[in-house]
């Protein structure tokens, strides 16, 4: 980068300086990947979830020329929206978001922010199956009950394997990272969601509400490891240079690329 050569420092000094580099660069979302929670589904898991669709969909109607017509044309069959919370709201936002598109584009635009250009990821088509179930069976609590059961299985199984991957088989990285704190957030979502109708046809939520606790209590645990991982596989692959090494002026502010390049 620039003809440099990279400068040797004794590994306890480079250690340090990589991690005071890597914290400070944390707080500075332009310098390291991403990894949090998605945009559309944080702000759909709030109590608010049913107004921000609804401000969603009249922000739309007086936009989107024929709105109203495509929605409809989506929609078929369906004239109404159950359980438009949580899980539901963010499901039927992507609903809304797919008929405002090209009979050419199908892909939801969270997706592609969480997933990018990944190839194989079983917690990817879990949760694309599940919104395609979720909406099937809208009008249906009890299949849709059913659906949930299953997948939400499927999914905690591909969040273990991912989670073991990142942290144990030594395949850290920003992109699987993400996709795995998105997955967490998007099946504790999807236990909440079965609570919520489970309570619509009389079953007692008691034991979810320790289910849902117990799911975010152990997200949280791996989360904090996940992140001390993260931050040394961040630190170990920064690779760091001395302005007196470089032919030209370095430049003004830091740069990160791939590996991580720092100078400074």
Not at 119 to 133: F, L, N, P, Q
Not at 209 to 237: F, G
Request: charged share 20%; with cysteine.
């Amino acid at each position: 980068m620039g003809g440099g050569v990279s400068c040797r420092f004794p590994q306890e000094e480079y250690d340090s300086i990589a991690l005071r580099l890597y914290e400070a660069a944390s707080q500075q979302p332009c310098l390291i990947p991403d990894v949090g929670i998605d945009s559309s589904l944080l702000k759909y898991s709030g109590f608010d979830s049913n107004a921000v669709l609804q401000s969603y969909s009249d922000g739309l109607l007086h936009l989107v020329p024929g709105y109203i017509e495509k929605l409809g044309s989506s929609l078929g069959s369906i004239t109404s929206f159950p359980n438009a919370v949580g899980l539901g709201a963010l499901v039927i936002s992507m609903i809304i978001e797919i008929s405002m598109k090209s009979s050419t584009d199908h892909s939801y635009s969270m997706f592609r922010r969480v997933f990018g250009e990944e190839k194989a990821s079983g917690v990817r088509d879990t949760m694309s199956e599940y919104v395609k179930r979720h909406r099937m069976y809208m009008n249906d609590d009890r299949l849709l009950q059913m659906e949930i059961q299953r997948l939400e299985k499927q999914l905690s199984n591909h969040l273990t394997v991912l989670r073991n991957s990142l942290l144990l088989d030594g395949q850290m990285r920003s992109r699987g990272f993400n996709i795995w704190v998105n997955g967490a957030s998007f099946h504790v979502q999807m236990l909440i969601h079965e609570a919520r109708l489970n309570a619509q046809t009389g079953i007692s939520t008691a034991d979810y509400v320790h289910t849902i606790q117990s799911a975010i209590a152990t997200y949280m645990l791996d989360l904090n490891k996940l992140l001390e991982k993260y931050k040394t596989h961040m630190t170990s692959t920064t690779l760091i240079y001395h302005p007196t090494h470089y032919k030209r002026s370095p430049p003004p502010s830091c740069t990160v690329s791939k590996p991580n390049r720092v100078i400074f």
